[in-house]
């Protein structure tokens, strides 16, 4: 008996990278680092032009988390894509490819 598809390990992988993909681009969208990273920089450019002087080194530690996180989010932004489109792909050659 023939299946009905020719490669059902394929379509299944497919949209496992699918699902993987979507959450980790989901993920990546919510990340609000860059915004944060915006904002402290204003604050500190704002408090050395009011106050004079350098800013506080407690107010500048936070941000190499912040540049870390961004820098995450990004990579697993573009990651998240790439698996959505091997996950089509995987799917679409799992219904359509014959193979020999």
Do not use: C
Not at 6 to 18: M, V
Not at 55 to 60: E, I, K, L, M, Y
Not at 65 to 83: C, E, N, P, T, V
């Amino acid at each position: 008996m023939e299946p009905t598809f020719g490669h059902p390990l394929w379509i299944s992988s497919g949209i496992l990278l699918l699902i993987f993909g979507g959450l980790l681009f989901r993920w990546a969208r919510r990340d609000n680092a860059g915004e944060r990273i915006a904002i402290a920089t204003r604050e500190s450019a704002v408090n050395k032009l009011f106050k004079g002087g350098d800013t506080p080194r407690a107010a500048a530690q936070p941000l190499g988390r912040h540049y870390f996180r961004r820098a995450m989010a990004q990579f697993f932004g573009i990651a998240g894509f790439l698996l959505i489109i091997a996950g089509l792909m995987a799917t679409v050659l799992g219904i359509f490819y014959v193979g020999g």
